[in-house]
């Protein structure tokens, strides 16, 4: 008999892995995260531009609607992330399902499951490409298709086979590249609703018997093959009696790459203990992943800032509160003189613990002579040290507002009863107005 693909192992484990209401109510959590970002999306200059694209057309199909929202919920680095795959799942897997599902009329306990499934499936994926692919790919532009893939498998009640097409048609359509951060372009946005639309696509093309490839991971010329130098097969179904990796994702509580978290929380403990004291010098240890992608001295625009150690340690330092202000243009013009005394380098613990950790340090000395020190083993939202669902809420309930939602505790509450099956909400958009 011929060996299960990776594709069918994987459809096998998240179909018959059991789900119970304490996990639809994370789901319903997560779910509220990623909306309430995509809503918040819409009051930014690259939301502005997706929904004039949107409001071209006077009706979008599904997979449309889901590229829309999920483009929307990467805008602001507010998004989930999940650190062993380095992916942002919300972004990709909630707007897929969501769009399904309202497409379906599916009720709360079904979308969120779906949500579970689609999460899976795009971690799983993530944890088994290996560091070397992250060097030029974005995992969740790579990845995500195979979570919003089976994400509507699940909205769809696709059966194994059908499952495993709509996994080998996503894989084929995967792509997203690091290059954006050259010129600090908006790319990465259409990395994330790229991701959704491709699953929604699949997995609709699936249910009609659109065949797809079931060795597209490790196949000769699969994914593996073309995209990752040493990739992990076998963490596509390690664990499989684990909690879902959905559990396991953490939330965002500053607006910046996930990589600068670890020291931004460090920094707000030293800010705390620094007083009036004048800052000489700061060092940052990190692992060299976080220096690949956010050592960045002189950020030019609010996006490069998110993506700046240095700006995000002198913000952290200086500043109240690491919101959306603290990457404007007046911030980067206050903070220059900090942000310049900050040196960044890779260290241990923190190299070896990554990605399973994501730690760092800042030390911090005054020009009286004394060093303040301040480490973590891992960023504020992992699931060590995870935020509360009060903390989650009121997050949501900032983006909401910033994004110009009228009644938020009322669409808040809405999402939250998903859990209870209830019917999925309207969504307020402004390329409807």
Not at 70 to 75: I, Q, R
Not at 309 to 331: I, N, R, T
């Amino acid at each position: 008999m011929r060996q299960a693909t990776l594709t069918q192992q994987l459809a096998e484990l998240i179909t018959s892995k059991p789900i119970t209401p304490a996990d639809l109510e994370h789901a319903a959590l997560l779910t509220l995260d990623a909306i309430a970002n995509a809503l918040a999306g819409q009051a930014t200059e690259p939301g502005a531009i997706l929904l004039r694209w949107a409001g071209q057309s006077a009706t979008a199909d599904a997979a449309r609607w889901a590229f829309l929202w999920g483009a929307l919920t990467h805008v602001l680095e507010t998004d989930d992330l999940h650190r062993a795959s380095v992916v942002h799942p919300g972004c990709v897997v909630v707007p897929a399902a969501w769009s399904a599902a309202a497409r379906e009329g599916i009720r709360g306990h079904a979308m969120l499951k779906a949500v579970l499934w689609g999460f899976e499936a795009a971690t799983r994926i993530g944890m088994a490409v290996g560091p070397a692919h992250y060097q030029i790919w974005h995992n969740t532009a790579t990845c995500g298709p195979y979570g919003s893939a089976m994400a509507v498998a699940g909205v769809l009640q696709l059966d194994q086979a059908a499952i495993v097409n709509a996994l080998g048609n996503a894989g084929a359509q995967s792509s997203g590249l690091w290059e954006f951060l050259a010129a600090g372009t908006m790319t990465k946005h259409l990395h994330a609703g790229r991701a959704a639309e491709a699953g929604v696509l699949a997995a609709d093309l699936a249910r009609f018997g659109f065949t797809g490839p079931p060795a597209i991971l490790e196949g000769a010329k699969g994914w593996f093959a073309a995209t990752c130098p040493d990739p992990d097969p076998a963490a596509v179904t390690r664990d499989a009696n684990g909690p879902w990796q959905l559990l396991l994702t953490s939330i965002k509580p500053w607006p910046s790459c996930r990589h600068t978290h670890p020291v931004i929380d460090a920094a707000i403990e030293l800010r705390r203990r620094l007083e009036a004291r004048m800052i000489e010098q700061v060092e940052v240890e990190t692992y060299p992943t976080a220096l690949a992608v956010c050592d960045r001295l002189e950020p030019q625009s609010d996006y490069e800032a998110k993506f700046s150690l240095q700006h995000c340690v002198a913000a952290a330092l200086s500043m109240e509160h690491v919101d959306f202000a603290a990457f404007s243009e007046p911030a980067r013009t206050e903070l220059a003189d900090v942000r310049r005394r900050v040196v960044v380098r890779a260290t241990e613990p923190y190299a070896s613990a990554y990605p399973l950790a994501w730690g760092g340090a800042v030390t911090v000395t005054t020009r009286d002579g004394e060093r303040l020190t301040a480490h973590r083993d891992n960023a504020k939202g992992d699931p060590e040290v995870a935020v509360s669902p009060v903390e989650l809420i009121a997050k949501a309930r900032m983006l909401m507002v910033y994004g110009g939602v009228h009644e938020p505790d009322r669409l808040i509450d809405a999402i939250l009863a998903l859990s209870d099956d209830m019917a999925l909400p309207h969504l307020p958009c402004k390329s409807e107005a």
